[in-house]
């Protein structure tokens, strides 16, 4: 069974970071790219980030890029996304995503809020 697991957002000040996590299982992860998305209130959800099967590439939504770094530890099974410099517009459910034969899945996500 496929599982993908969010963690690591929380509430921080604008200008701070956070290191979010996708821990996944049920699939072999080192064969598939890997995406965080995240939704705000009210708007449709976004691509923030890819990563290639090995980490070699990465491509950003040009909101976050040089802010925020994904990454991926395949002897984990974790993808992450260190978020630095954060602004209040960053404020959303963060997703972890991958696709396999045509079917995306999806984490439940985890919320981020940056506000003083």
């Known amino acids: 069974q496929v599982q993908l697991v969010e963690s690591g957002g929380g509430l921080v000040q604008p200008g701070g970071s956070l290191r979010l996590s996708c821990a996944a299982s049920?699939?072999?992860?080192?064969?598939?790219?890997m995406s965080w998305y995240r939704q705000a209130p009210g708007k449709e959800r976004e691509l923030v980030a890819t990563i290639t099967t090995t980490g070699g590439s990465t491509n950003y939504a040009t909101s976050v890029k040089g802010r925020f770094t994904i990454s991926r530890d395949n002897a984990k099974n974790t993808v992450y996304l260190q978020m630095n410099s954060l602004k209040p517009e960053d404020t959303a459910v963060y997703y972890c995503?991958?696709?396999?034969?045509?079917?995306?899945?999806w984490g439940k996500g985890t919320q981020v809020t940056v506000s003083s």
């Open positions: 049920g699939f072999t992860f080192s064969s598939y790219p």
């Open positions: 995503k991958f696709v396999r034969w045509g079917a995306a899945y």
